[in-house]
């Protein structure tokens, strides 16, 4: 395609330019022969106005009864002096053409176009050129006192004046030539110059088209083509980095899907198993129950238990299949007050794993958002850190105020999480700990927690070192 153009370009170019050439060249040979015969008449007229006026002073000088008479007895006299006078051969006639002088017989050849005329009254001249040579044969009758008395005819050379006139249409010729392939010779620089380009972009595109996207143009202009240049290669850049992105959401979706798969699977065992649980213990407990009390004490707190785990699961699982709302926080909330609370009363469960809660908070903390959503934040990550934990170690809760931003911390002592784990902490469905795990839950609880974050305008960050792991949440303040 980009051939087709540069030759398209090429002969276009050299169809004006020839063109041009050829104009250029008939305007110069018209002019200069135009130029020539100007000159020529001109050189003749003066001619023509000297030598006759060199014979009427001569006839005023000499009384005959005929002057046609008179021109025949003088005319080889007044031939030699028109010679020297012209510096141009002469010859001189009779009205009826018959030779009486001639200075050079052999170039004054018999008849003549020019002679012919003459001896109609008439002024001519016949031009003869050959060999590069330009020779005038010229006549016109003689006229005394307004009677014909005879001819006079001239020989004139005029090859110098059309030498030079050659020469000159030679010049501009060259000229014109050279003028011609300079251009030609620029045109086809610039139609490389342009099309070049056009084809490495048209190779380039042809790559991307089969699925290249690493094809690389290396072209350092600054003129539209090397802007185009830079649009294609900010276009392969962007595409590139779509399809990493597409790639990327290819792998989350099927890893999603795993996990979706993973959960439900989990979810009809997990749901399977506390039901089976509280049906076992509730058929042993109806037939022996009474009978044996401690019997009944563990079928209780078996029964009290799995039913808390399933409800915890059903919430959870409610929360995941809510369609989306946005949520616009409207009540002016003490954050600090809910949070002693839920330490408080998560305190009872840490005391169940060995654990004990410390919670530090300052006094007027409120952001705008529901209470009941700031709650449901605080126990689930309470929850996780009572989990997660070693046993024997201290939880702590902190809320204040930092740089007009309400920050809560909650942290504990356990398993230092991997960095990889935390990039995806927050995702549903994912858990950094084993499937198989007895604390191990369906991964909705920290996804749950980014959601109730979002929605107070808040941010959120897991971090854990050196077995210190930690959440630490900022809101904006609201007034009172």
Not at 82 to 89: D, K, N, P, R
Not at 283 to 308: M, T, Y
């Amino acid at each position: 395609m980009m051939r087709t153009i540069r030759a398209k370009f090429m002969i276009g170019f050299f169809v004006i330019f020839g063109v041009f050439f050829l104009i250029l060249l008939q305007w110069v040979t018209v002019n200069i022969e135009s130029g020539n015969r100007n000159t020529v008449n001109n050189q003749l007229q003066d001619l023509k106005n000297n030598s006759n006026s060199y014979i009427q002073q001569s006839f005023l000088t000499h009384h005959f009864a005929s002057d046609e008479l008179y021109f025949g007895q003088i005319a080889k006299e007044m031939g030699t002096e028109l010679q020297h006078a012209a510096s141009s051969e002469v010859a001189m006639y009779s009205l009826t053409g018959e030779p009486l002088y001639a200075s050079d017989q052999a170039v004054f050849t018999p008849g003549g176009e020019d002679l012919r005329l003459a001896r109609q009254g008439k002024t001519a001249y016949t031009l003869t050129r050959s060999n590069g040579e330009a020779s005038v044969l010229f006549a016109y009758p003689v006229v005394i006192r307004g009677t014909k008395v005879g001819i006079v005819r001239f020989a004139k050379d005029f090859t110098p004046l059309y030498m030079q006139s050659n020469d000159i249409q030679r010049t501009i010729f060259s000229i014109a030539l050279a003028v011609f392939a300079c251009a030609f010779l620029f045109s086809y620089l610039l139609s490389r110059h342009i099309t070049v380009p056009l084809s490495k972009l048209a190779q380039a595109s042809t790559e991307v088209m089969n699925g290249n996207l690493h094809v690389r143009i290396a072209m350092k202009r600054k003129d539209e083509v090397g802007q185009l240049a830079a649009n294609f290669r900010s276009m392969i850049e962007k595409l590139r980095e779509q399809f990493a992105i597409m790639e990327k959401d290819k792998d989350r979706l099927e890893e999603l899907h795993l996990h979706r798969k993973q959960f439900f699977d989990q979810v009809t065992h997990e749901l399977k198993t506390p039901l089976t649980t509280i049906m076992g213990y509730a058929e042993i407990i109806r037939k022996n129950g009474g009978k044996d009390q401690a019997l009944f004490q563990k079928g209780v707190n078996h029964i009290v238990d799995e039913s808390k785990r399933l409800h915890t699961m059903v919430l959870e699982l409610l929360e995941k299949s809510k369609t989306t709302e946005e949520y616009q926080a409207d009540t002016t909330v003490d954050a600090a007050r809910i949070l002693l609370d839920v330490c408080d009363t998560m305190a009872i469960k840490a005391r169940r794993y060995k654990k004990t809660i410390r919670c530090e908070a300052e006094k007027g903390l409120y952001v705008r958002g529901r209470p009941d959503r700031l709650r449901q934040l605080f126990i689930n990550l309470l929850d996780n850190a009572i989990k997660y934990s070693y046993a024997h170690t201290e939880i702590t809760a902190f809320a204040g105020l930092e740089d007009d931003r309400i920050r809560i911390i909650v942290s504990n002592q356990g398993e230092t999480i991997s960095a990889d784990h935390l990039e995806k902490i927050f995702e549903p469905y994912y858990r950094a700990e084993p499937a198989f795990t007895e604390s191990a839950s369906v991964g909705l609880g920290l996804s749950i927690c980014k959601e109730i974050v979002d929605e107070h305008r808040g941010r959120i960050r897991i971090s854990s070192d050196n077995g210190q792991t930690s959440a630490d949440m900022d809101f904006p303040p609201a007034t009172a």
